[in-house]
């Protein structure tokens, strides 16, 4: 079998953007799953999710030609995704606005509750499947403004930049953002990842 | 000196070696001398390795062909919008 053409964004986009569809349909291929798991994050909910994934795109497609190539196509695809989720979160609570930038903070120290050992490898405690379900769980359990700059940043592995710049926020928002994210993931898989037998009070 | 709610605060941007040279020796000490602190480092840094990559689930394929869908149709009214342009500025042309 022919090895697949590695993933080159700008050139999909330059193809794209001079009327090439099936250039854009190879960016839709790479980056639906994301956005997806993205939306879903963030709406909660499969429905909602489902929207999203199809007006983000819909919406890249007929404004290509505004794309200028001053950020990445994805980050500005995400930013795309994330006021298309937002705006679906509005609908939903019509007595409130929402956005990624209210100050939830309540200036309220990051909490520690649960101090146990892991095991060194803890992922290997589960299948594959039991590790998605975890973690997958353990993130949609997390405020949007938390889980969105989680995935972006720790799971996509996205810059700090990057991550403000997608999800419309400052630089120190990315960063308290992510360590009450990192901390509340921490506290929740702790749970599962434990090391058996260990007497918690011993570290006390 | 710090305190375990100091170490707390700078926990992440010590894992990810952006503080700055004398931050990082007073974090060092003191996850070396406080074993609470250095639990949450270290299972915070394990939290970090089993995300980090994570590829997202497969679209359920319900999902993919209704978006392709919406693409195809969408592609093809753009297309339309276009051969129509083209055909309006050729009889501009032609009669200007």
């Keep these: ?204 | 000196m710090l305190t375990c709610k100091d170490f707390l605060r700078q926990v992440s941007e010590f894992l990810d070696g952006t503080c700055d040279q004398a931050m990082k020796r007073d974090l060092e000490k003191h996850v070396n001398e406080c074993p609470n602190c250095w639990v949450v480092f270290d299972t915070t840094k394990k939290t970090l390795k089993v995300f980090k990559g994570m590829e997202p689930k497969e679209l359920p394929s319900a999902i993919r062909d209704r978006l392709m869908n919406a693409l195809t149709k969408k592609m093809a009214a753009k297309k339309c919008e276009r051969s129509h342009q083209d055909s309006h500025e050729h009889s501009e042309a032609a009669t200007s």
């Design chain 1, 1 to 204: 079998m022919p090895e697949p053409a590695p993933f080159d964004e700008a050139a999909l986009v330059a193809r794209a953007r001079s009327g090439d569809d099936s250039a854009f349909g190879d960016l839709v291929n790479h980056y639906e799953r994301r956005i997806f798991r993205l939306a879903k994050n963030i709406t909660q909910n499969d429905e909602d999710a489902e929207d999203v994934l199809q007006e983000s795109f819909m919406k890249a497609y007929g404004h290509l030609d505004t794309f200028h190539g001053n950020s990445k196509f994805y980050t500005w695809l995400v930013r795309i995704a994330v006021n298309e989720a937002l705006m679906k979160l509005r609908k939903r609570k019509t007595d409130k606005t929402v956005s990624l930038d209210e100050q939830l903070d309540t200036g309220e120290d990051t909490l520690v509750r649960e101090i146990a050992v892991w095991d060194d490898n803890p992922e290997q405690l589960y299948s594959q499947d039991e590790i998605r379900e975890i973690l997958d769980k353990a993130v949609a359990s997390l405020e949007p403004i938390y889980s969105s700059v989680f995935q972006l940043r720790d799971v996509e592995e996205l810059s700090t930049e990057e991550t403000a710049e997608a999800l419309n926020i400052s630089v120190p928002a990315v960063k308290s953002r992510l360590l009450r994210a990192r901390l509340q993931l921490r506290e929740k898989l702790t749970r599962f990842f434990q090391r058996k037998g260990d007497d918690v009070f011993a570290y006390l």
